[in-house]
């Protein structure tokens, strides 16, 4: 879990059928209430992902405002401490790649790059049943997770990507997506370029005591840090 990161620019270096095989046969260990494994994942590479690719960058450029994702993400009006997350989160990948925090035509650019699954040879579409209800999200969660770690047990690296979710139209035609699949993320797999400045960024999460509250545990539980 601390060898994972987002990353944002990979290698050309193609990652092999059985190596996604793999990570989704063992991401699918994910527990799921009453095991009912409600993910369902399109796997991408080659002419396909290609395709799809450019299909959802022309759509992203020339009408966003009319692709809407099936679910909520984020909320529409953000609160704190949300919302300074959010920004500080925003302005330190800019900060990495040197691009000012007023410059719209390369943060839209960097933006764009989701579309290209940030240069990664295979992308994962990953779905959920709109039928089930909302604990589903959570199991569905923790399967992506096990993808994100099990990809560092081969030596590759991820991003999650909700970006795609408002293209599930643009999706449609390239791929058998159901009636019933609502378009939760890509994921973006393949092999790190570690010479990428985006790639340096480090982010920071908040300490134990900030969001976990421990009771009955006697003293040690008060000078834990
Ligand atoms: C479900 C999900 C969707 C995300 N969507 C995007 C995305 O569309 N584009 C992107 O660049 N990063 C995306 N991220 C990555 C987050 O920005 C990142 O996980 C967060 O900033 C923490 O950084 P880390 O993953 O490097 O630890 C997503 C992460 C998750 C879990």
Known sequence: MNHRHSVRRFLPTPVPLQTVRHILRVASRAPSGNNIQPWRVHAVAGEVRQALCRD???AAREAAEQHRSEYDYYPSQWVEPYLERRRKNGF????VLGIERNDRERRERQMLRNYSFFD?????????????????????????????????????????????????????????????????????????????PE?????????????AVFHG???AAQDSR
């Open 56 to 58: 959802i960058l022309q």
């Open 92 to 95: 330190a990948l800019y900060e």
């Open 120 to 196: 990664a040879p295979v992308g994962l579409l990953v779905s959920l049943d709109r039928r089930l209800n909302t604990g589903s999200y959570m199991d569905v969660g923790m399967f992506i997770q096990n993808i994100l770690i099990a990809a560092r047990g081969q030596g590759l690296h991820t991003c999650a990507q909700a970006a795609f979710a408002p293209f599930h139209a643009v999706v449609r035609r390239h791929l058998p997506l159901r009636e019933e699949d609502v378009l939760l993320c890509g994921i973006a797999l393949g092999y790190e370029d570690v010479q990428a």
């Open 199 to 211: 790639n340096r960024l480090l982010t920071e999460r908040q300490q134990v005591e900030e969001f």
């Open 217 to 219: 545990f006697g003293e």
